[in-house]
């Protein structure tokens, strides 16, 4: 195949994946008051993605989806959140832009085999997680009532359990599905590019 071809057909791939997870991020199985929600393994096909084609792929693939997902956001309401014009350029940096676009360092060790596509993806949800974190402890600043009775004084802890209400439940799917996938062969080779 030609090297036009094989960038077309690359470009194809991610804009069907990034499709896929947008889709996915549609269905909500819990959705949290003040953002974040789990979903139908709405990272799953960027992960992919990534490991299929590398990271400079996956980066550019998550990239638009981070963009996909800055929308989502205003069609949840980001713009009435109250917050002034420059912590809403970092929520926007922090909770969508980077947050999402870090899904693409998913391939980062494809070439270890499962071992290395796991540690991946792994390390590609913490680094959400954490992005999240940190954005939960400078933007918001939120600390109190988190549920009916449970309270956490320090908001780099009530960011921590908020976040991690969500992005635990993400991660743990995730990996359990590129598990899977990688249990069969078929699928194995695809993503890893064999076929």
């Not at 990272?43 to 490991?51: A, D, K, T």
């Not at 540690?119 to 549920?147: D, E, K, M, N, T």
Request: aromatic residues 12%; hydrophobic residues 55%.
């Amino acid at each position: 195949m030609s090297q036009t071809g094989s960038k077309t057909r690359i470009l194809v791939e991610g804009a069907a994946m990034v499709a896929l997870a947008t889709v996915l991020s549609f269905i909500r199985i819990f959705k949290l008051p003040w953002g974040g929600s789990i979903t139908l393994l709405s990272m799953l096909p960027i992960v992919v993605f990534s490991i299929r084609r590398g990271v400079k792929a996956g980066l550019a693939a998550s990239f638009v989806f981070s963009l996909i997902q800055f929308v989502q956001g205003i069609m949840d309401g980001l713009f009435g959140w109250g917050l002034t014009p420059g912590m809403l350029v970092a929520c926007i940096l922090l909770d969508y832009i980077l947050a999402f676009t870090v899904l693409g360092i998913a391939g980062l060790f494809r070439s270890k085999g499962l071992a290395g596509c796991i540690g991946g993806v792994a390390l590609a949800l913490v680094l959400r997680y954490v992005l999240h974190v940190i954005s939960g402890c400078v933007i918001w600043q939120s600390f109190g009532q988190l549920w009916s009775d449970f309270f956490i004084e320090n908001s780099f802890l009530y960011s921590l359990v908020y976040n991690g209400c969500y992005m635990l439940p993400e991660l743990v799917f995730t990996l359990i599905a590129t598990c899977i996938l990688f249990a069969q062969p078929q699928a194995k080779k695809v993503i890893l590019n064999l076929a």
